[in-house]
């Protein structure tokens, strides 16, 4: 899992994987009380990373749905598009899309789910009837 923990260059320096780039990216858009730049999610980054690699993260974000921009004078202002559990919500759709047998995988998916897991989705897809089991 070295794309996961990140991977250490030849100088002995820890490079980030994409995903951990994107979620510090996506944190720091939280942060901010409306859409934000570039630069000021490379300034609250620390200036770690370069403005082009910002530039370049977000544009994967917005690819993937995580972000929206909007035009703000020559460059653009960015936003969340929806918080931690909506994305994940989002990648996990992406990949049942991804599937021929929808059927198995969601089959497979729901089987494997600890106990507790699957009586929730039980109520969420059934309100009523976690209303009737209180």
Request: aromatic content about 4%; hydrophobic content about 45%.
């Given at each position: 899992m070295e794309g996961r923990q990140g991977v250490t260059d030849q100088r002995g320096s820890r490079r980030r994987g994409q995903?951990?780039?994107?979620?510090?990216?996506?944190?720091v858009l939280r942060e901010a009380d409306g859409p934000a730049?570039?630069?000021w999610v490379q300034e609250r980054l620390g200036?770690?990373?370069?403005?082009?690699?910002?530039?370049t993260i977000l544009t994967r974000l917005l690819a993937k749905g995580a972000v929206t921009?909007?035009?703000a004078?020559?460059?653009?202002?960015?936003t969340p598009a929806s918080d931690q559990a909506?994305?994940?919500?989002?990648?996990?759709?992406?990949?049942l899309d991804g599937q021929?047998?929808?059927?198995?995988?969601?089959?497979?998916f729901v089987t494997s789910l600890e106990p507790g897991d699957e009586r929730?989705?039980?109520?969420?897809?059934?309100?009523?009837?976690?209303?009737r089991e209180d």
């Open positions: 995903g951990e780039l994107e979620a510090l990216v996506l944190s730049s570039a630069g200036g770690d990373l370069a403005y082009t690699t910002v530039i921009r909007e035009r004078g020559r460059s653009f202002a960015w909506g994305l994940a919500a989002h990648k996990m759709r992406k990949v021929d047998d929808r059927e198995a995988v969601l089959a497979r929730l989705l039980r109520e969420l897809l059934d309100p009523a009837r976690g209303e």
